[in-house]
């Protein structure tokens, strides 16, 4: 079946624009979560979704990140006022439910430059 | 707080030599422990893992034991392939069971026919 898809594949901002990216998981898949892959931090979580709700934002590092899930499906991940330290492959993975026993599919993720 | 140190890479062997990627963790109880591997272009995908101590976790000839003594959870194949050339990250869940992994460094592996 298919995978976790994200778009776009690549984006490239202006600094202090707004970007927002979408995460499309496994069909069925109730627990949702984003990472940020970067040179300088490595792989780090950001936020996750059980159904529509964010039980942990504790990840987003600052008040310019949000995150909403609509629908038990599609989240979109968005930034204000990008900076250029925002650049970064931004992932998305999703599991069946929540916990250990589940295992999280990645996607191919959305590579951000902040110019 | 929870985190993971791995071996900072890269890695270069040459085919059929034995690997050993070192992962150590620090975390609260017992946390689940994972590695996970980005062949080029492309994503994540999970090579193993193990809830508990002293539970091995294996797939694709590459294993790994869960050591609560030494908080780690090394990474082992005994005869590396030239596909085997990816990074790999060790990650752990912590006991609130949310789903949310901790990711070291990674670690990039070369391996030369």
């Known amino acids: 079946g298919a995978g976790v898809s994200q778009s776009p594949s690549n984006k490239v901002t202006e600094k202090g624009k707004d970007v927002e990216l979408r995460c499309d998981p496994i069909s069925g898949h109730t627990a949702l979560y984003w990472y940020r892959q970067s040179l300088g931090q490595g792989l780090e979580f950001l936020i996750y979704?059980?159904?529509?709700?964010?039980?942990?934002k504790s990840g987003l590092p600052s008040d310019r990140f949000s995150a909403e899930r609509t629908g038990g499906s599609v989240s979109t991940l968005t930034i204000q006022r990008t900076q250029q330290e925002d650049s970064a492959v931004y992932l998305c993975?999703?599991?069946?439910?929540?916990?250990?026993?589940?295992?999280?599919?990645f996607g191919p993720g959305t590579r951000l430059l902040v110019l | 707080g929870n985190s993971v140190t791995q071996m900072e890479g890269p890695v270069t062997l040459s085919e059929e030599a034995f690997l050993t990627i070192n992962c150590t963790y620090t975390?609260?109880?017992?946390?689940?422990l994972f590695w996970y591997v980005q062949y080029p272009g492309e994503g994540l995908q999970l090579l193993l893992k193990?809830?508990?101590?002293?539970d091995k976790g294996s797939n694709k000839g590459f294993e790994a034991t869960y050591r609560k003594e030494t908080t780690s959870f090394h990474l082992e194949k005994g005869s590396v392939q030239v596909s085997d050339s990816a990074v790999y990250f060790c990650?752990?869940?912590?006991?609130?069971?949310?789903?949310?992994?901790?990711f070291g460094q990674g670690t990039t592996l070369q391996v030369k026919p």
């Open positions: 990650a752990l869940m912590g006991i609130s069971n949310t789903g949310k992994l901790i």
């Open positions: 993975a999703s599991s069946y439910n929540r916990g250990v026993r589940e295992t999280q599919y």
């Open positions: 979704f059980q159904g529509n709700s964010a039980p942990d």
């Open positions: 193990a809830t508990k101590a002293d």
């Open positions: 975390a609260t109880g017992y946390p689940s």
